[in-house]
């Protein structure tokens, strides 16, 4: 159980082919479990994650074959998650053929990789090199 007040629970994505998706996700959380879902075909959804925290999927109708943002239009550029170990989420990633999408970056107290899933959403993996909340919101080397 989740001992913050506040904290992201879900975020809610479609994407052309929930399959690829559960894949993705659980290559970089294999911890991450199917929680519930429903529907047949085009229609659809699942829950992927753990008790306190999930992905909701649901798989889209028609979707354009490329649908990324391009950071300049009104969406949701990316989601970051922490990680224990990004190198070893990272890893998983590329051996199964995911690319990275920006250079890794590694600073004083933090190191991040990001990644796109087979629907070009981007998705940032940072983990921290530190426990003090001051140094982890220093930005900058």
């Known amino acids: 159980m989740n001992t913050e007040k506040n904290y992201l629970e879900h975020a809610n994505l479609t994407v052309r082919s929930i399959d690829k998706a559960v894949e993705f996700f659980q ?10 879902g429903g529907g047949i075909g085009t229609d659809r959804w699942l ?19 490329n649908n990324r943002p391009d950071y300049v239009r009104n969406a949701i550029n990316h989601l970051g998650f922490v990680v ?5 989420v990272a890893e998983r990633l590329i051996s199964s053929g995911y690319k990275r999408n920006y250079p ?7 190191i991040r990789d990001y990644f796109c899933d087979a629907d070009g959403n981007e998705y940032e993996f940072v983990q921290y090199l530190s426990d003090k909340t001051e140094e982890r919101n220093l930005y900058g080397n």
């Open 47 to 65: 829950h992927l994650g753990t008790e306190a925290t999930y992905i909701a999927l649901e798989q889209g109708k028609d979707i354009e074959t």
């Open 104 to 110: 890794r970056t590694a600073e004083k107290f933090r």
């Open 27 to 36: 290559l970089a959380f294999p911890e991450f479990k199917i929680r519930g």
């Open 84 to 88: 224990e170990d990004v190198t070893a």
